[in-house]
Every structure is written in C-alpha cells, then in structure tokens.
C-alpha cells in the first residue's frame, strides 16, 4: 500500500490550491484503496489455494475414516470435533469457492504482479473427492 501512496508526491500536492490538493488526496486515497484490495484478492487466493490442498489431501487420505464410519453423521467412536465426510466436502468447496472469487476478482483488475499461478488457478476447478484412495 505505501507504493500507491507515492502515486502523487507530496511536494506536487503541497504547490497546488487547496481544491486541487483534496481533488489530488482523493485520487491518492482511491489507489491505496484499489492496490489493497488487489493484493487482498492475491493473498486470499493463497491463503484459500494453500488450506484447500490440505483439505483435499486430507479427504483423500481419510485417517479417521470418516467416509466408512461418519458419511453424514458423527460417529460417537470418533474424538469430538471431527466432524463428517460430507461436511468436510461442503467446508473444501466453500474454500474452493473462496478461491475462485479471489482470483476472478484479482483478474478482472487485470493486475499482473503477485503472478497467481496456474495451479492455484486449476485447484480452483478441482473436482472434489467422491471416496478416499483406497487404504
């Protein structure tokens, strides 16, 4: 954000009317707004890309055997908090969805740099697990 701040130096603002120098201030306000929001979108789509994989290498290890014992309901047997099969499936696309927002929002500002790569890009279409590997 301290990049889009320099858009317009200061010495430049300070020589100008005081209407120019808000109308300038605004301009400078509305470009750290946008270049936080941009690397927002890039940081998301690695924040979501990177729990996403670990989710679904989770499905697809499945140690507590959730898709056998707890396809949709907890299983007494299982330790607190594990949860299901298919609620793990609904939270992986929730966090796919996650991801695919950020990175269409990221391109349509057509920005360049952070580059998202390609695998997060394919990770974002990923088909989701239908039962573990086998064991």
Same mark, same amino acid.
């Given at each position: 954000? $301290? =990049?889009?701040?320099?858009? *317009?130096? &200061? ?15 605004? @301009? ?7 270049t936080y929001y941009v690397k927002g979108y890039a ?13 679904? #290498?989770?499905? &697809? *290890? $499945? #140690? ?5 014992? /707890?396809?949709? @309901?907890?299983?007494?047997?299982? %330790?607190?908090?594990?949860? !299901?099969?298919?609620?793990h499936i609904h939270q992986a696309e929730g966090r796919q969805r996650g991801?695919?927002? /950020?990175? !269409?929002?990221? =391109?349509?500002?057509?920005?360049? &740099?952070? #580059? *998202?790569?390609? /695998?997060?890009?394919?990770? &974002?279409? /990923?088909?989701? %697990?239908?039962? %573990?590997?086998?064991?």
């Amino acid at each position: 954000m $301290d =990049d889009a701040v320099k858009v *317009i130096p &200061s010495a430049l603002v300070n020589n100008q009317p005081a209407v120019v120098k808000r109308m300038m201030l605004v @301009v400078n306000l509305k470009v750290a707004i946008i270049t936080y929001y941009v690397k927002g979108y890039a940081d998301k789509a690695y924040l979501d890309g990177g729990i996403l994989a670990e989710r679904l #290498k989770d499905l &697809s *290890i $499945d #140690k507590l055997n959730l898709f056998n014992i /707890a396809k949709s @309901v907890p299983h007494p047997s299982l %330790p607190k908090g594990s949860g !299901t099969w298919n609620g793990h499936i609904h939270q992986a696309e929730g966090r796919q969805r996650g991801l695919r927002f /950020a990175i !269409t929002a990221y =391109d349509k500002e057509k920005y360049k &740099s952070p #580059k *998202i790569p390609k /695998a997060l890009q394919e990770l &974002s279409y /990923a088909k989701m %697990p239908v039962k %573990p590997k086998k064991r």
